[in-house]
C-alpha cells in the first residue's frame, strides 16, 4: 500500500498536467486527519509547462503563468524526480493510477485494459475513508478496476470504455491502410 501511493506521488506532476483531475477527500468522520490529495493528469504536458518546475531552472523561457498550482505546489509538495514506463494515454494512466508498470497491470498497448484482477488506487484510498472522483478524460478500463466518482460527461463506447472518438480514429485508419 505505502508503495502505490509512493509511487503515485512521486509519479503525480512529473507526468500529469491540467486535463483529468483524481482528487481524493477525507470524509471528517472516518478520517478526520487525513490531507485531501488533487493529482492532475493532462496529455502532452512537459515538467517546465507548470510556473512551479520552470521557475526552478534558469535557462527555460519563463512563458508558463500558473500561479494556483505554483501556490499548491508551495503550500504542498513539489516532486522533482518520476519516470512512466511509457507516453501512451492509457498505459500512462494505468500505469498512475494502480502503481504498476504496463506489463504487470495488463495494459501495455494503447487502448488497452488492466488486468480483471487489478486494483486502483481508488480502490486504497476508499478503504482509507476518502472519496475519490475523476473528472475530464478518463481513457482506462474496464470500469471495475477503476471505481472513480465521476464527475461532469462521459464519453463512453458500447462497452463503457472511454471512446473519445476512438471508432472514428479506427475507422479513418483503416481507410488509410486500404488507399
Given amino acids: 500500500m505505502r508503495t502505490i501511493l509512493k509511487i503515485l506521488a512521486l509519479s503525480a506532476l512529473t507526468i500529469s498536467g491540467f486535463g483529468a483531475t483524481m482528487a481524493a477527500s477525507a470524509e471528517a ?17 512537459s515538467w517546465f509547462d507548470v510556473g512551479a518546475y520552470h521557475q526552478r531552472s534558469d535557462n527555460l523561457p519563463k512563458n508558463s503563468v500558473t500561479p494556483n498550482i505554483d501556490q499548491l505546489a508551495r503550500e504542498g509538495m513539489l516532486f522533482t524526480q518520476s519516470f512512466t514506463a511509457t507516453a501512451m494515454c492509457t498505459v500512462t494512466r494505468s500505469q498512475l493510477y494502480t502503481g504498476l508498470y504496463p506489463v504487470r497491470n495488463g495494459a501495455y498497448g ?8 487489478v486494483k486502483s488506487v481508488a480502490y486504497y484510498f476508499r478503504d482509507m475513508g476518502y ?29 463503457g470504455e472511454s471512446s473519445f472518438g476512438i471508432e472514428k480514429t479506427r475507422s479513418n485508419s483503416a481507410k488509410d491502410l486500404i488507399a
Wanted: overall charge positive; aromatic content about 6%; cysteine-free.
Fill in 131 to 159: 472519496r475519490v472522483g475523476l473528472a475530464g478524460k478518463g481513457h482506462i478500463f474496464p470500469s471495475e478496476s477503476f471505481p472513480f466518482i465521476k464527475a461532469g460527461k462521459a464519453n463512453k463506447g458500447a462497452l
Fill in 110 to 117: 494503447n487502448h488497452t485494459r488492466v488486468s480483471d484482477d
Fill in 29 to 45: 468522520s472516518s478520517a478526520p486527519n487525513s490531507p485531501n490529495i488533487v493529482l492532475v493528469l493532462a496529455d502532452d504536458m
